[in-house]
């Protein structure tokens, strides 16, 4: 009996030396001293841009000031880049002045604070990590998009309506075009109150950080205003007040062309100015977007079209759904006899996003 209970308690012993050596193996931290004397146990993962990201037992992954660090050390080789340019691959110590790098053909000691960027060896530096990530930006991505609202009513009275939408969007950091066509056809009473297509197309690009060109020309016709077509086509420059990736502000000045025809024969054409305001903000959890376009004629100012466009989207769920509510306002100075100058629309709308 008790030289069974030794050998359980010499094989207790030897499995808990051995779990300790796992753990520390496991488990093995860098050191980071920071200059108010206190210190932080993790693994350096990377250093770049004044900040060290730290990945942490207690806390996940977290960033500290390198403004903050008085030194540092590793227990795996890492690479470091120097503010002077030069490269050194190995482990780090801590030394009063600063750090140690100690490589497979000699040492380097540098100050802390001339330390422009940690990584691991095998993954990007932070210059190409940038680098990529700007030609990734760079590259041109097509996004897709479908819309479609249904109303209807049945009993006293009858109402019928229904409005398709669809969007193809390839865009860079450098540029956009955008081609959209929709459709609405809607009945009351027997009545046709909507039917009318349109398609548009529009390019923009920067020709310096703030500044871009763009061109658009759009198609359209409308039962209901008796308009055969409009044909609009524009070009100018716009300016972006506000260009951030949740904020977008441009404001668009340029010249048109506008041609139009309609069913009692009557025709109008005439360049004119092309003025718009386009504004988008993106929420935590849904996206504003407004639109607003003024176009007068040069051949009668007093001949001149307004528009206005606000929607707000909510993402369903994790989905490629979204559920788009919005207001329009078309308002044309001139019209043909017994069409209303100002038409108002209400609609919401379920939309499909894809790429």
Known sequence: MKHTTANTTACRLLAGAILCLISTSVFATDRIELTDGSIVMGKLLSADGGKLKVETAFAGTI???????????????????????STVQGKVEMTDRGIKIVAQDGQMS???????????????????????????????????????AIAGRSGASEKFGAAVGFKA???????????AAAAEKAKENGKETANSQKGS??????????????VRTGLEKDKIKSLDLRSTSAFGIGHKMIHTAVQ???LRFGVSYIYETYSNNT???????????????????????NTVTFNPAFKNFSNYRLHHESTVE?????????????LANDYQSKVTPGVERLDTTYFTSLVLNWQ
């Open 169 to 179: 969007t390839l865009a860079s950091s450098e540029d956009k075009l955008i081609f």
């Open 248 to 250: 977008d502000l441009e």
């Open 267 to 289: 025709k109008f054409d005439s360049p004119g100015l092309d003025l718009a305001f386009l504004h988008s903000y993106q929420f935590s959890n849904a996206k504003l977007a």
């Open 110 to 148: 540098a100050a802390t604070g001339n330390v422009a960027a940690v990584w691991r060896p095998g993954a990007d530096s932070p210059e190409v990590t940038k680098l990529k990530a700007e030609n990734s930006a760079k590259t041109r991505k097509w996004a897709y998009e479908s819309s479609v």
């Open 201 to 214: 197309a529009d390019y923009s690009a920067f020709f310096n950080p703030t500044n871009v060109w763009y």
């Open 63 to 85: 960033e500290i000031a390198q403004a903050k660090v008085r030194s540092f050390a590793t227990d795996d080789t890492v690479v470091v880049g120097l503010s002077g340019g």
């Open 314 to 326: 909510f993402p369903l769920g994790a989905s490629l759904w979204k559920l788009r509510m919005g």
